[in-house]
């Protein structure tokens, strides 16, 4: 199975996502779990090779002729971190996905982005949004609730700001950030078999 990590605007938590599905991925037993990190900044891959987490492995794959390889020979549970603003690589990863999960955060300035990046994803293809260092019981988080609800867009995970990659000597991911990343995963895998 290959989820898809997008979105066409930057900085929304795509990298951080990658990783902590990955994570959680490995911690519901997945075997094998594969990051395919297919943006050039390479994010993932870079938090990987200083952090290595126990059960994933790596493929640098920042073209879409490459990602879209890597895709097709994923075994077990695949993780693809797309680039910001690649129409193309993003295209041809949601053409092979089994479920897209597109990280945004509260505010109106996301909106229009995460819109875009919902039109590129093919309509059978389950997706759903994760606000990405939400304020929690802030009036921006509601409206963003309310907003992604009257769209009818499913929101499958809020997660506080105080989740991240960890960039200290430990490097550990957080375990709040596990679980809410573990409902995330659950969302993404319901129809998978």
Do not use: F, H
């Amino acid at each position: 199975m290959n989820i898809i990590v997008t979105s066409l605007k930057g900085g929304v938590g795509k990298s951080t996502s990658s990783i902590y599905l990955s994570a959680a991925g490995v911690e519901r037993g997945y075997d094998p779990v594969t990051l395919i990190d297919a943006d050039p900044q390479a994010s993932s891959a870079e938090w990987l090779e200083l952090w290595p987490l126990p059960g994933i492995t790596v493929i640098e794959a920042p073209s879409e002729r490459m990602a879209t390889r890597a895709m097709g020979r994923v075994e077990g549970l695949g993780i693809v971190d797309t680039p910001p603003g690649n129409e193309r690589i993003t295209q041809s990863a949601v053409a092979l996905a089994d479920a897209v999960v597109i990280p945004t955060r509260a505010g109106g300035v996301e909106y229009s982005r995460v819109l875009a990046t919902l039109d590129l994803i093919p309509t059978p293809v389950p997706r759903g949004i994760v606000i990405c260092a939400a304020r929690l019981g802030t009036n921006d988080l509601e409206a963003a609730i309310a907003w992604w609800k009257e769209q009818k867009v499913e929101i499958w995970g809020v997660i506080p700001e105080r989740v991240g990659i960890a960039a200290g000597p430990e490097a550990r991911l957080s375990r709040e950030g596990l679980e809410g990343y573990d409902v995330v995963l659950s969302r993404a895998l319901r129809g998978w078999r």
